[in-house]
């Protein structure tokens, strides 16, 4: 992980080529990120235009784990939550090529997506993950807590259906009130 260097992405063709690269291949290998395979490259593209358009307006950080400039990585901190719930964040879309997986890039995002959550005063972080081949075993390492399963929750890429694992983590101390 050593030449690996995480930061926020930006809204450049070079960054939305790899992201979009980096989801179809996701899919292909079985990710389950709200996409079923094949997955083309125009509907990568449209999804990740919106989820950098929503990035430069502050709803949520997009983070890449950069092998000098390709992306090899990247994890989701969404902000922008209800007026009830200002205190928490969510993770979404947690990916490593793989071609770099084995070599902590997901535990390095997940710990620079904390501290990014921290920074902007959320205290409670929540997120989902398959029940089958997701990565749950890798939150629980991370001091994720299991919440619950809601079974039957999302069709996997390749077809068949799975459920849904939510996990909850108190990363700062809990505001008083709103």
């Known amino acids: 992980m050593s030449?690996?260097?995480i930061r926020p992405v930006d809204a450049s063709p070079r960054s939305?080529?790899?992201?979009?690269d980096l989801?179809?291949?996701?899919?292909a290998n079985g990710g389950s990120v709200s996409f079923l395979h094949p997955l083309d490259e125009g509907r990568a593209k449209t999804f990740w235009?919106?989820?950098l358009a929503a990035a430069a307006s502050g709803e949520r950080v997009v983070l890449g784990a950069f092998d000098g400039e390709r992306i090899v990585g990247t994890v989701t901190v969404f902000l922008a939550l209800p007026q009830n719930q200002p205190h928490r964040g969510e993770?979404?879309?947690?990916?490593?090529?793989?071609?770099?997986?084995?070599?902590g890039i997901a535990s390095t995002l997940m710990a620079a997506a904390e501290a990014l959550a921290r920074e902007r005063g959320k205290s409670l972080l929540v997120l989902d993950t398959a029940e089958e081949e997701g990565a749950?075993?890798?939150?629980?390492?991370?001091?994720?807590?299991?919440?619950?399963?809601?079974p039957h929750y999302a069709f996997k890429p390749q077809g068949g259906l799975t459920g849904t694992v939510l996990f909850w983590k108190q990363i700062a101390p809990l505001p008083d009130h709103a």
């Open 3 to 5: 030449d690996v260097v």
């Open 16 to 20: 939305l080529n790899d992201l979009s």
């Open 23 to 27: 989801m179809i291949e996701t899919v």
């Open 49 to 51: 235009t919106g989820a």
């Open 91 to 103: 993770i979404g879309k947690l990916m490593t090529a793989v071609s770099h997986r084995g070599r």
């Open 136 to 150: 749950a075993s890798l939150y629980e390492r991370l001091g994720y807590i299991r919440a619950g399963l809601i």
